[in-house]
């Protein structure tokens, strides 16, 4: 845990403070984000200080000091990136490749040179011209069920179809576990942290909190069906600037 400073003597009315900002270094940060021995579904979400999820639509606008270094360290160390077909799509993603210092952060720990790229999705509305797909060091796996449409995206990635006629988010996750990918992280949207809240498979959340009041129709990093409340410990707490960032884990 990183905590911040108690309030100096002559801390102004508003409590304003100085905070130690968190070694951005990247392997002082994989440092924070251990792998585990068993498998683990890791999700990393930003919102700001009122709970927003986007600005304007995108997570973009969120963003800010040392949250590029913590989401590429996150990828750096997991097995596969699962997200969610919309989130693809609206966040324009490009190829699954780290940086070559991130690459050989990997194969020096025993890990292949490229994380797997693992997209759900039940429609196949997927573009296979989009970087995500036509830039890709290693073809994606879409994760769908048995009733999909066909779609051209079959052509430049591995198709699994899990469930009948919506897609068995559980069963997705053993196949890949099975496959050598346990250390799994998931970069939403909403709807797929819902749907993964709601089948109980989130292991740790990753929280990055930005200093921003955004109000308007902005919505929560989670949505889906009724579920009921699971107790997650705080594993730490670090700072970068006005950033703070959060990691929670199931509790024992």
């Not at 800010?64 to 270094?69: I, L, V």
Request: charged share 20%.
């Amino acid at each position: 845990m990183v905590r911040l400073p108690a309030p100096r003597a002559r801390a102004g009315p508003a409590g304003h403070r100085s905070a130690r900002s968190v070694n951005l270094d990247p392997e002082a940060l994989a440092a924070h984000y251990p792998r585990a021995e068993r498998p683990v579904l890791r999700v990393n979400f930003i919102a700001s200080a009122d709970g927003a999820v986007t600005v304007d639509g995108l997570s973009a606008g969120l963003q800010g000091p040392g949250d590029k270094e913590v989401f590429d360290t996150l990828r750096m160390v997991c097995d596969a990136l699962v997200v969610a077909a919309g989130t693809v799509r609206a966040e324009g993603y490009d190829a699954l490749r780290p940086t070559p210092s991130a690459r050989a952060w990997r194969v020096a720990h025993g890990l292949p040179e490229f994380p797997l790229m693992v997209i759900v999705s039940g429609s196949l509305d997927l573009d296979p011209a989009q970087l995500v797909f036509s830039d890709a060091p290693i073809p994606p796996v879409v994760l769908t069920h048995r009733a999909a449409p066909d779609s051209p995206v079959r052509e430049v990635a591995e198709i699994i179809p899990t469930g009948d006629t919506e897609v068995d988010l559980a069963a997705g996750l053993r196949l890949l576990h099975e496959r050598g990918a346990t250390q799994l992280l998931c970069e939403g949207g909403p709807g797929l942290l819902g749907s993964m809240i709601a089948a109980d498979l989130v292991d740790e959340l990753c929280l990055t909190v930005a200093p921003l009041l955004v109000g308007g129709p902005a919505g929560r990093i989670a949505h889906g069906p009724p579920s009921p409340p699971r107790r997650m410990s705080l594993r730490h707490a670090l700072v970068h600037g006005d950033m703070l960032f959060l990691r929670y884990a199931r509790s024992a």
